[in-house]
């Protein structure tokens, strides 16, 4: 599997989204569940490096479906076939009309359907539809030269709130427009775009501060927008599906963008940190993790500042345990091929 040099600042831009995600669960502050999306953000722009990395092999002679998908079993199902072994053994998980989604990797389905039984279980839906683009985004790559994909990945950019805006009026709820993937693309092929523009390092370079600017001007419209009672996800207007999704891709690309060119600044430097970058290296199984143990702690304490502090350290503990324990023995597994980053 290709081997990538980590870049210090992702691994910090996964704390600060892990802590958004946090944040909204635990005191449910506006706007928070953006952190979602600059996982999605995130996730486009890595694995669609590594996929154009695997590309450039396969035609030397490497693999690129097994090293792939090898890689994405060892890093995924592990943490999430425990997660859902403890929960069945901590709580009462009706499994009879509902295993088939968590088994076959749509666990986005049961919340677009409104059929989720076990609160600990919603934030599953965000690993369904990134399961999904794991399935469909590779035939993508392969098949298209990098100016097609990059036009692919645009075109999915502007036709997502489209769709978003056209659909809406048949769901009853919010919940279909924001767990599946047909209308949250657009985050992932945002962070494909930026993989496919990051091969020009000058040109990311030249657009960093451009990009930070234009984040902070759209976080800022985000703001304004929030106070107006439609701009909200519960409300599933049309209003707030069409674009609000697509503002909140622009700034966590933004984002991204500053992070890959700037050397650095206040923000690198803070991304850079250890604590932040360890909380990053453990925010997949945090992720997995942190809306039980709210749920739990809740059970004990009534003060909301008493509970996120004890459910945050509680599941830094288990995540920290977990992958020492856990994870790294599975992933330090000799890889069958290492691919140098660019």
């Not at 704390?15 to 953006?34: D, K, N, T």
């Not at 650095?264 to 430097?269: C, I, R, S, V």
Request: with cysteine.
């Amino acid at each position: 599997m290709a081997e990538l040099q980590r870049i210090p600042q992702i691994d910090g831009l996964r704390a600060v989204a892990i802590l958004m995600v946090f944040a909204g669960h635990a005191f449910g502050v506006p706007m928070f569940w953006m952190g979602v999306d600059l996982f999605f953000v995130l996730s486009g722009y890595l694995i669609t490096g590594i996929l154009l990395r695997l590309k450039e092999s396969r035609a030397i002679g490497g693999s690129y479906w097994g090293c792939f998908y090898f890689r994405r079993i060892r890093r995924i199902l592990p943490p999430y076939i425990a997660f859902l072994l403890i929960l069945s053994v901590c709580l009462r998980v009706p499994w009879g009309g509902i295993w088939y989604w968590y088994v076959f990797f749509a666990p986005n389905i049961p919340l677009a359907l409104g059929k989720v039984t076990v609160a600990a279980m919603g934030p599953l839906w965000s690993l369904g539809v990134e399961e999904q683009f794991y399935f469909a985004w590779p035939w993508v790559v392969l098949a298209c030269s990098k100016e097609r994909l990059r036009g692919v990945a645009l075109g999915v950019i502007f036709i997502a709130p489209l769709l978003r805006a056209i659909f809406t009026p048949l769901f009853n709820t919010h919940f279909p427009i924001y767990s599946l993937p047909v209308f949250r693309a657009d985050t992932l092929a945002m962070g494909a775009s930026i993989a496919l523009a990051s091969h020009d390092p000058q040109w990311i370079g030249r657009q960093s501060r451009k990009a930070l600017s234009i984040s902070l001007v759209v976080l800022a419209l985000l703001m304004g927008l929030s106070v107006l009672p439609s701009f909200r996800a519960g409300a599933n207007s049309i209003f707030f599906n069409s674009i609000a999704y697509s503002l909140s891709a622009a700034c966590s690309g933004g984002t991204l963008i500053y992070i890959l060119g700037a050397q650095k600044g206040f923000l690198h430097t803070l991304l850079a940190a250890p604590p932040l970058r360890y909380l990053g290296l453990i925010s997949y199984t945090f992720y997995l993790y942190h809306e039980a143990v709210l749920l739990k702690v809740r059970q004990y304490l009534h003060s909301p500042l008493s509970i996120a502090v004890v459910a945050f350290f509680v599941t830094i503990i288990i995540s920290a345990l977990s992958w020492h324990l856990f994870e790294t023995p599975i992933l330090g597994y000799p890889p069958r091929e290492k691919l140098k980053a660019a």
